[in-house]
């Protein structure tokens, strides 16, 4: 499975970027992709998470401002950011993960806040 993520970069604060994660290979119909970000000397955290039922998760920091979703193929991930502000400034990695598999990781997009 390969993993690519787009739609980071310089961002005003109070900016709604969209970042964009395409997945292709061997995608299983039933799996769970993700967003991570990493502040720069920080460990790397969940963002939020989307089953390939739908079904969602988001870190409390994410709740109310960003949304994750899928398109109809199930093989693209978006992560809608809303409100930016310069702590959500991070390199935003994509997973890809299934039960009892290993979790793919996509190679990250900046996102930067600053005016």
């Known amino acids: 499975v390969q993993l690519q993520a787009s739609g980071g970069g310089l961002v005003q604060p109070g900016g709604s970027p969209r970042l964009s994660c395409a997945a292709s290979?061997?995608?299983?119909?039933?799996?769970?992709m993700g967003w991570y970000r990493q502040a720069q000397g920080k460990q790397r955290d969940l963002v939020a998470a989307i089953t390939s039922g739908g079904y969602t998760n988001y870190a409390a920091s994410a709740k109310g401002r960003f949304t994750i979703s899928r398109d109809n193929s199930k093989t693209i991930m978006y992560l809608q950011m809303n409100s930016l502000k310069p702590e959500d400034t991070a390199v935003y990695y994509c997973?890809?993960?299934?039960?009892?598999?290993?979790?793919?990781w996509g190679k990250g997009t900046q996102v930067t806040v600053s005016s």
């Open positions: 997973t890809y993960v299934v039960t009892g598999g290993p979790n793919y």
């Open positions: 290979g061997s995608i299983d119909s039933i799996n769970v």
